[in-house]
């Protein structure tokens, strides 16, 4: 054995059950993912010690019949998704300060942080990012209902705060915190990721119609609602339409938006692209083709892929060492 692989046995043995497991699952098999993952799996975010900021919960179970998500079959370095997140930024900043390396550094860190607490890609969580702020962590728009600040949805992941009168939020998994806590980079990719995982795991809804008897020995049918089994459309419709997905107007193709980027930025990390390319990512329009992950169709996903693709960074070198 080797001193480093003897260093690392050492570590390991002194996590504990619950980090060992966690290491297990999300399956280090590349000596350049350990150091990355190996952090995420025992690092909590600066801002995570805050009083406002979320706090670590339990890791979600993996089911035998659910595959492993990406992050865990290819497992990306810290370097090879810190140099893609500089690169990618450089091409669709528009006219947003360019970041340098150390910030991507810890943007990257982050990203694989959250993804191996929620078994999250960093594909998908980084393409989020892409769609929600054209990777600028200072944007943000604000509701405003019968002249009153309402909401504001903001940061690297477009996460929603509907505010009080305080300027803390009042909804979902950011109840309490305050809005600048929100809008800090970390803090808010750990945000993203945990919605995109809630709605994996059974946060979204819908309604069916169900036949039963009633007290005469009638049938009679009713509504119920049921965790959405996501026939129609990508799990991530959700972190855009809330609970329950539309099908109906632009909204409909939030999913295949998103998955196109999904497997534009998986395929320049070298990362495994089972999830998007297995996935029905939307519903589809009569008389037209049925979209696909590797075909955008709307001009600024067009563009947005193509950026992507011309990204220069270190992963294709590493990709290339892993097979020598």
């Not at 980079?185 to 809804?205: F, M, Q, S």
């Not at 980027?261 to 990390?269: C, D, F, K, S």
Request: contains cysteine; charged residues 20%; proline residues 5%.
């Amino acid at each position: 054995m080797s001193g480093n692989a003897a260093g690392f046995k050492i570590a390991q043995s002194s996590l504990g059950r619950r980090t060992s497991a966690l290491l297990s699952r999300i399956g280090l098999t590349k000596t350049c993912g350990v150091a990355a993952v190996f952090t995420g799996a025992i690092a909590i975010p600066a801002a995570a010690t805050t009083a406002h900021a979320p706090q670590v919960g339990e890791e979600p179970a993996l089911t035998n019949n659910a595959p492993l998500p990406e992050a865990s079959q290819n497992p990306v370095s810290e370097d090879c998704l810190a140099s893609t997140i500089c690169a990618i930024k450089d091409r669709i900043r528009w006219r947003a300060p360019a970041w340098k390396h150390d910030f991507c550094q810890k943007i990257a860190r982050a990203i694989l942080q959250s993804s191996a607490r929620h078994q999250i890609s960093p594909a998908l969580i980084l393409a989020v990012m892409i769609n929600e702020s054209d990777m600028n962590e200072k944007t943000f728009r604000t509701t405003v209902r019968n002249g009153v600040v309402y909401a504001k949805d903001g940061g690297l992941m477009g996460i929603r705060c509907i505010v009080d009168k305080q300027s803390r939020c009042t909804n979902g998994h950011v109840r309490g915190m305050a809005w600048n806590d929100v809008m800090e980079p970390t803090t808010n990719i750990e945000l993203g990721a945990r919605e995109l995982a809630h709605y994996r795991d059974g946060g979204g809804v819908t309604t069916v119609t169900v036949r039963t008897r009633d007290n005469g020995n009638r049938i009679v049918t009713r509504k119920k609602t049921v965790p959405c089994p996501h026939k129609t459309h990508a799990y991530w419709a959700h972190y855009n339409h809330g609970p329950r997905y539309i099908d109906r107007g632009p909204a409909r193709h939030y999913p295949h938006r998103i998955g196109v980027l999904y497997y534009a930025v998986a395929r320049i990390l070298h990362a495994d692209t089972t999830e998007v390319t297995t996935t029905r990512l939307t519903v589809n329009d009569p008389g037209r083709r049925p979209r696909t992950f590797d075909r955008p169709v709307e001009a600024r996903y067009q563009k947005l892929c193509q950026a992507i693709r011309e990204s220069q960074s270190a992963c294709a070198a590493e990709a290339t060492a892993s097979l020598e």
